[in-house]
């Protein structure tokens, strides 16, 4: 079987969303294990230390990055291609969609992941312009061992103390731990991972980390907004 026809049938697609998916959550792993270090009461010292670690990774960063985009427009294309061929064959146009599991359903979970999924799309360029780029204005930088590096953390900590914000970020991710619980098990469906004595607790270790991992990232923002001041001055200015 060609890449191409891989690619072609539905169950192939399924498979590609399974893979970039899982390749996606250890991204958000990594990433929330990362941001737990703003919760270090030093300033933001380990907060920035750790992204200039990152950036001292040089063009292996930009190596990841490309990887990372390519899952992202991946997950993206197969589901909605997935989407929209289950949507055809519901209208009647194809009698019956051929997929492994049989004639397709389009289920609520499958539904409302699409606007999860959409909800998601917008915020992550939102977000990169947010904090990567600091809304196109130059960075805010400070001095840490006599290195002059990006200051993140002040960039955090100035847009979590502003409600707006904090409320756009504690919503996106109430959709994100409903595209992750849903996810979670579907991606381990497509790769032929459940078994009927492993559904329960598959089941069940999907809504643990979407809780968990949903629960962090939403914690981020309510503990700046009100326990942490913005930083006085911050050079690139409120985002
Ligand atoms: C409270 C929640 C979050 C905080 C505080 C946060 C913080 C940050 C910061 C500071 C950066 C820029 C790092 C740098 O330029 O060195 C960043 C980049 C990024 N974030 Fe988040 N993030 C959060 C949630 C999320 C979520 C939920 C997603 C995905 C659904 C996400 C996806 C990304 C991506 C894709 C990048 C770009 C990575 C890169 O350029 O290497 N983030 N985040």
Known sequence: MSVISIWNSTIGKKVVMAITG???MLFLVVHLAGNLLLFVPDEGQAFNQYGAALKSMGPFLYVIRGGLLAFFLFHIFAAIQVYTSKKRARSGR?????SKGGPSKMTVASKSMIVTGAVLLI???LHIYMFGMNKGAP???VMIDGNEIKDIYSMVA???????????YVATMLFLGFHLRHGFWSALQSLGAMSPRWTPAIYTAGFVFAFLL???FVVLPVYFYFFIDAPVASAGGAL
């Open 158 to 168: 100035t847009s979590f103390n502003q409600l707006g914000i904090v409320v756009f």
């Open 139 to 141: 960075p805010p930088m």
């Open 22 to 24: 899982i390749g996606l």
């Open 94 to 98: 194809y009698a019956v969609e051929t």
């Open 123 to 125: 915020f992550v360029p």
């Open 214 to 216: 949903a629960g962090g």
